[in-house]
């Protein structure tokens, strides 16, 4: 239903920044979820940050205070700010967009955040 593509990664230091992008193909306005998954090697996908059409936002609470998830609708485009980092954090980070009854379940090829010195 969408095609998204993620952009922002790379290799930061630890207590660095980077902010993600993911491009969607159309208008985001009236997609359900939004959300930012990761997954590190050797480990499950685990959802990061996600908001909803109305607003409401959902943290992991590893991330809670470092990282915000926001949309500009205009662009088509939703964000996740990411701010003091650590070395955990480093994974594959991918962007999904999911309708109110799964009728949807879009995801994109994934940017690589590494957290070293």
């Not at 959300?35 to 943290?59: D, F, I, M």
């Not at 996740?80 to 980070?93: G, H, I």
């Amino acid at each position: 239903q969408v095609q998204l593509v993620e952009s922002g990664g790379g290799l930061v230091q630890p207590g660095g920044s980077l902010r993600l992008s993911c491009a969607a193909s159309r208008s985001i306005s009236s997609i359900y979820v939004m959300g930012w998954h990761r997954q590190a090697p050797g480990k499950q996908r685990e959802l990061v940050a996600a908001v909803t059409t109305g607003g409401s936002t959902n943290y992991l609470d590893s991330v809670k205070g470092r990282f915000t998830i926001s949309r500009d609708n205009a662009k088509n485009t939703v964000f996740l700010q990411m701010n003091s980092l650590k070395p955990e954090d480093t994974a594959v980070y991918y962007c999904n967009a999911r309708g109110v009854m799964n009728e949807y379940d879009s995801w994109g090829q994934g940017t690589q955040v590494t957290v070293s010195s």
